[in-house]
């Protein structure tokens, strides 16, 4: 499975952000995200076909996670941004349904996301 992420900028806080990642395999998906300084963290995670979704806590509301099987693609649309959301975004595909990333198969490169306040 190939991955490979785009969509990052940079943005003003309250702003908004659409990441997309290309996936070559019918995998679950998920979004992580690491901040300078800080592990790895979930961010959100959809399933093979896209009907089950799931979120890190702090993102639900903000963040929605989406699939499109036709085009292969995953996409993460953020709103109302943070600075604290400033990191560098992963996405990710595992054949299991566990959203931990110890779990994850296989990994794109990131894509750098700044919030500026």
């Known amino acids: 499975v190939q991955l490979q992420a785009s969509g990052g900028g940079s943005v003003q806080a309250g702003g908004s952000l659409r990441l997309s990642c290309v996936a070559s395999?019918?995998?679950?998906m998920g979004w992580f995200r690491q901040a300078p300084g800080k592990e790895r963290e979930f961010v959100a995670g959809?399933?093979?076909?896209?009907?089950?979704?799931h979120y890190a806590d702090s993102m639900k509301g903000r963040f929605s996670i989406s699939r499109d099987s036709a085009k292969n693609t995953v996409y993460l649309q953020m709103n109302n941004l943070k600075p604290e959301d400033t990191a560098v975004y992963y996405c990710?595909?595992?054949?299991?349904?566990?959203?931990?990333?110890?779990?994850?198969?296989?990994w794109g490169r990131g894509t750098l996301v700044t919030v500026s306040s």
């Open positions: 990710a595909a595992t054949y299991s349904s566990s959203w931990s990333v110890g779990a994850m198969d296989y």
């Open positions: 959809i399933s093979v076909g896209g009907g089950v979704t």
């Open positions: 395999g019918r995998t679950f």
